[in-house]
């Protein structure tokens, strides 16, 4: 082990170092605008035991700890000390950027300054990507070479153009092209093939290759949420026989854990839609173009490329009808009874391709094109299983459910999810012995994780919640609006005139922008459309979610300064806007989850089964979490200040609306009705942002 000041250093030095680092006047105290925060110090400290530990811990820190510094300075000494990898997994890039670019630098600056930590300095950091975001060169060069037979002349044109990037980049990562690059020509040339075999490519030349070798050699290597459980889903993660949870004896710190839940269910499950099945099986042989894999090198005669047409068309029909008897008037069907479709015909002409492809191989002229083609032998045969175990309804643990898909939802998809995945997720993260931490600012309902580690299989785990630093009682104020537009009881369709009319007022309550947060898009665009013709904004713009990009919407919501911008799903979560700019959020509808949704159901019917209250077990914490997201997005900064304004009267009027009014982090939470929003809220934001609020 490294020494500290010239002693031996085991796991038992970690957490008084850390309070070494953090404690006020400690060695952080050299970092540019450094400031002692208690709860970053108890959060570091923490992290310390669980990572020398072995053990696994819940932290719930409230925003403006300093979190990610609190887990990375212990990860990293122990990684550097202890020779292990520290893995840490984000939702979003915005994150993962943050780390990479801020954080990681201070860190090293800190360390190299500091004779005590000087020996950790030189740590190493790496930001791990699937392989279909590099670039194969090998594959491009066959791909350049038979181009004629794959390809059509846009296509043609696309390769060319990246053929030309591939000189000059020196990661070789699609993020890199500008337009991205298009995803159909990119599927040739990427480096997520099994046909790649490493040792035919001369030394260095590989892109991934070269990314990999940074990965194993790095101290630190970040990832993001879908990723990590993708792999661990393949069973790539570490073997049985090791400890670790990704990599042997690694350490991992899992970031904005909240939505781990959700990740796990989805990359845990399948969703295989009618016009991805015909891409994948369009690659083999596309019979409109009348190119594709089997049609290079002559390898295919005209009856095995009609095989392969036969099974698309085969697939076709299947989900065609499936559209027609399932999913006219519905987006969304859940399968209850097996052998709900006869997939006979699609299965069959899958089983023919599978044969095919098998002779293909057998007779390629060389090895890497038998892989290939091997290659979507495997991808044929996970189509044909995933058709199958929908239709057959094979897990009892799943909720299978069809769902309109495809341009305008003219074709379907087949989907299934585990019901529950604290199983799952007890055998892949916390079984491994290895440290596995699970950081977020919303993890605990009224203080308590309890139903966040039954959800992931974590009872075992110690848990932490550590209140934001931030004076709420000062910097905010909530308004719960007792006569705004209840839901119909009946249709659940909510009063967009009024909702409309509610936000164009509230909006010119404050100078600054406005976060209006939504349960549904229908109700979104409407009630966007209403605001916009009524000129209620005077002059303030009104941005709304899916008109632009999302990055572009809440850039120039943000440089903007007093826009408005109206949002669901993601929104909910993933803004950072500091400053006045965001000085309100309004809820507009209590963000329960649709109860109606497949996977919500059953997961419901399961609790009820086991004789608990699906509406307390289920559909309240979920909601709780995702409204302490919503009104999350206000106070980003110790400067920040402002107003959460809720629209849904429920909250005065349910049994559990107490409950939300807990989750608002500010005292200062009162009543108010529509006659009011001129005078005692206006007045009440008016001194928020005056000097005299102490604010300033
Ligand atoms: S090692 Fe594999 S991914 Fe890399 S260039 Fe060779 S074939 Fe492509």
């Not at 043609?156 to 990661?171: D, F, Q, V, Y």
């Not at 995803?183 to 035919?200: I, L, T």
């Not at 993601?570 to 996977?599: C, M, Y």
Request: proline content about 5%; aromatic content about 8%; charged content about 25%.
């Amino acid at each position: 082990m490294a020494p500290e000041g010239g002693e031996a250093f085991d796991g038992r030095d970690l957490p008084p170092l850390c309070e070494k680092i953090f404690c006020g006047g400690g060695y952080a105290s050299i970092l540019p605008n450094f400031e002692h925060r208690p709860e970053q110090e108890r959060m570091a400290y923490c992290c310390a035991q669980a990572f020398s530990g072995n053990s696994p811990l819940l932290f719930e820190a409230g925003t403006g700890v300093g979190k990610s510094m609190a887990y990375l300075v212990p990860g990293i000494i122990a990684a550097k000390r202890f020779k292990r990898q520290l893995v840490v997994a984000t939702h979003t890039i915005a994150l993962q950027q943050q780390i990479m670019e801020k954080d990681l630098p201070r860190i090293s600056m800190m360390f190299s300054n500091c004779e005590a930590l000087s020996d950790c300095a030189d740590f190493r950091a790496a930001l791990l990507l699937g392989r279909a975001n590099y670039l194969c060169p090998h594959r491009l060069k066959r791909a350049l070479a038979e181009k004629r037979e794959l390809f059509d002349t846009a296509e043609s044109a696309e390769l060319e153009r990246i053929a030309a990037w591939a000189e000059t980049t020196r990661t070789g990562l699609a993020e890199e092209l500008n337009p991205p690059p298009d995803p159909e020509v990119w599927s040739w040339v990427n480096a997520d093939s099994s046909s790649c075999a490493p040792k035919n490519c001369p030394d260095g030349s590989c892109f991934y290759q070269n990314a990999r070798r940074d990965i194993s050699s790095a101290d630190v290597v970040v990832l993001n949420h879908n990723l990590l459980f993708s792999l661990l889903s393949a069973g790539m993660g570490a073997g049985e026989d090791e400890n670790g949870v990704l990599f042997a004896n690694d350490m991992l710190v899992i970031d904005e854990a909240h939505l781990i839940p959700d990740v796990a269910s989805d990359a845990f499950g399948l969703s295989i839609s009618g016009p991805g099945i015909r891409r994948e099986l369009s690659r083999i042989y596309d019979p409109r173009k009348k190119r594709g894999l089997i049609a290079r090198s002559g390898l295919a005669e005209f009856r095995d490329k009609q095989i392969v047409c036969d099974a698309i068309g085969e697939c076709e029909e299947l989900f065609a009808k499936i559209k027609k008897d399932f999913l006219l008037s519905r987006d969304t069907v859940r399968l209850s009874s097996p052998d709900w479709a006869d997939v006979s015909g699609a299965a069959g002409a899958l089983d023919s391709t599978m044969r095919l492809l098998d002779t293909l191989a057998q007779n390629a002229p060389n090895e890497r094109l038998a892989s290939e083609i091997k290659d979507y032998r495997r991808k044929v045969s996970g189509i044909k299983n995933a058709i199958e175990d929908c239709a057959y309804l094979s897990d009892p643990e799943s909720v299978y459910w069809l769902e309109a898909a495809g341009a305008g939802g003219r074709s379907a998809s087949l989907n299934s999810a585990p019901i529950d995945v604290s199983g799952i997720l007890r055998r892949v993260l916390f079984s491994g012995g290895s440290p596995v931490i699970l950081t977020s600012a919303t993890l605990a309902i009224s203080g308590s994780m309890e139903d966040f580690a039954g959800r992931i299989g974590a009872e075992a785990a110690e848990s932490f919640v550590c209140d934001s630093p931030f004076d709420y009682g000062k910097n905010m104020r909530a308004f719960l609006f007792s006569d705004a537009a209840a839901p119909d009881s009946q249709t659940g369709k909510m009063d967009c005139e009024k909702t409309a009319a509610y936000i164009g007022r509230l909006a010119n309550v404050v100078r600054g922008g406005t976060l209006a947060l939504f349960t549904s898009r229908a109700d979104l665009k409407k009630t966007a459309e209403i605001l916009e013709a009524s000129g209620a904004l005077k002059g303030r713009r009104l941005y709304v979610q899916g008109r632009m990009p999302r990055a572009e919407t809440v850039r120039r919501f943000a440089e903007d300064a007093n826009a408005v911008l109206m949002g669901t799903d993601t929104f909910w979560t993933g803004i950072d806007v500091p400053g006045d700019a965001l000085s309100q959020v309004i809820i507009v509808r209590l963000p329960f989850e649709n109860f109606k949704h497949p996977l919500t159901e059953a997961r419901m019917e399961r609790a009820e089964a086991l004789g608990e209250n699906p509406f307390i077990k289920i559909s309240l914490p979920a909601a709780i979490i995702k409204f302490r997201q919503g009104v999350g997005r206000l106070i980003r900064s110790a400067r920040d200040r402002g107003i959460v304004c809720v629209l849904d009267p429920r909250m005065l009027t349910k049994s559990y609306g107490k409950n939300f009014a807990a989750a608002i982090p500010t005292p200062r939470v009162e009543r108010a009705r529509a006659d009011e929003i001129e005078t005692f809220v206006k007045e009440e934001a008016d001194y928020l942002f005056s000097p005299d609020s102490g604010n300033l």
